[in-house]
């Protein structure tokens, strides 16, 4: 029997609204750990955006490596990681020879469309048997995968950036098939294929706040999940933070976030286990624990003071966004908050106020309302509102905006 745990979109070193959420992460990367050494794990696939930023601080650096060390003191026998969106290719892929030299560990960080075994990883163990092949795809952009045309419009661009990335991965996967031909006709052993990947599958589900790039989901890469040849043992996706399994199938799913990355995620975490016993397999979630509960708190403000008591016997540190509804005067309502978090563990990271948000954008005289607790694109859009009256127009400026956008992001990682 093999067993192979599946978790991706671990975004370390992220933060909520600059609250540094170390500790938090530490925790999980030790229950991941646990997990590992109780479920007795083989392999272990990271299905991309292992990092939140392309230049991830000393300090998430070092729980990066202590992580990847202690993984060596488990029975463990492989881990693969490929690069998320999230993730620089060049910083994932730098450490590479040596890690791998090191570690039981395979890291692809971009992909080499001359070269598809690049991505096709065949896992042997210590006599030099394979009893794995993974089909390990990291996040595609567009450069690393087509030229672009400068007569082509928005969608064109888009239907061919997709048909592009279908199509390495079909044949990404089809290369890890010949190879399993190839080790069958050697040694009569039919090895388990399986494939990682870190994109947005079409009809996929996302949350307003919970990390996906509006930018990336919004215009770039819906691929179709049927594009994952039905003879693969297992999927492993990344990308989405809701945990999901795809067009039905529960061998194709998304882990989702560890932790979650906003307050509008709800839902439970997990790890997904895969266990692999000759043709039948079986997929199980381990639940991982809530480290810091997130709370919103919204209403007027009798509403949110019952909510904050409330919270406050708990006892334990709360991460709080409170969202401000009704005519409360205010200073009042920070009094209020004041009050009461003021010798407590409730820790407010946000307050968001509709009224604010609506008056400080159509007026000049903009109060209380800062600029980060706006995103980027709303601000271009009111300031498109305040001068352009044609709708038509405003579109035209908002798809410029945001393939500037997209362009400045990904040179950044170059
Ligand atoms: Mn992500």
Redesign the pocket.
């Known amino acids: 029997m093999l067993k192979i745990l599946h978790t991706s979109?671990l975004?370390l070193g992220k933060s909520l609204y600059n609250f540094n959420r170390h500790d938090e992460f530490e925790k999980m990367l030790n229950f991941l750990i646990k997990t590992i050494v109780e479920q007795k794990v083989d392999v272990l696939l990271l299905s991309g955006?292992i990092f939140d930023t392309t230049m991830p601080s000393n300090d998430t650096q070092r729980l990066y490596y202590n992580f990847l060390n202690k993984l060596q003191q488990t029975s463990l026998k492989h881990t693969v990681i490929i690069a998320?969106?999230?993730d620089s290719p060049s910083f994932l892929g730098s450490p590479k020879i040596l890690l791998e030299s090191f570690c039981k560990l395979s890291i692809v960080p971009s992909i080499d469309p001359q070269n598809l075994d690049h991505e096709v990883l065949i896992l042997e163990d210590v006599k030099g048997q394979p009893y794995l092949i993974v089909a390990a795809i990291p996040y595609i952009r567009e450069r690393d995968i087509r030229a672009f045309y400068l007569d082509e419009d928005e969608s064109d661009r888009n239907l061919g950036y997709c048909k592009a990335v279908s199509d390495h991965i079909k044949k990404v996967v089809e290369r890890a098939f010949l190879k399993q031909e190839e080790i069958l006709n050697k040694t009569q052993v039919k090895v388990p294929v399986v494939a990682m990947a870190h994109l947005f599958t079409a009809g996929g589900i996302c949350l307003e706040d919970d990390?996906?790039r509006d930018l990336f989901v919004g215009t770039l890469s819906h691929i179709d999940a049927t594009v994952f040849d039905p003879r693969l043992s297992y999927v492993a996706l990344?990308?989405l933070?809701v945990p999901q399994e795809v067009m039905k199938n529960k061998f194709i799913q998304y882990s989702g976030?560890p932790l979650a990355m906003g307050f509008s995620e709800k839902q439970d975490k997990h790890f997904c286990l895969l266990s692999l016993d000759g043709e039948t397999s079986e997929l199980d979630f381990i639940q991982i624990p809530i480290f810091k509960h997130l709370s919103q708190v919204t209403g007027n403000l009798d509403e949110i003071q019952r909510k904050l008591l409330e919270l406050k016997k708990l006892q334990q540190e709360v991460l709080i966004e409170i969202i401000v509804e009704g005519n409360d005067d205010t200073q009042s309502l920070q009094d209020l908050i004041s009050d009461l978090t003021h010798d407590s563990k409730l820790k407010i990271l946000r307050i968001k106020d509709q009224r604010m948000e609506v008056k400080s954008l159509n007026l000049a005289d903009s109060k209380g309302q800062t600029l980060e607790q706006l995103t980027d694109e709303v601000v271009f859009k009111k300031r498109l509102e305040r001068d352009l009256i044609n709708d038509k127009e405003q579109e035209e400026y908002l798809k410029t905006y945001r393939e500037m956008k997209t362009m400045m992001l990904e040179a950044q990682e170059a």
């Open positions: 979109d975004h955006d998320g969106n999230h990390g996906v990344g990308h933070h976030t």
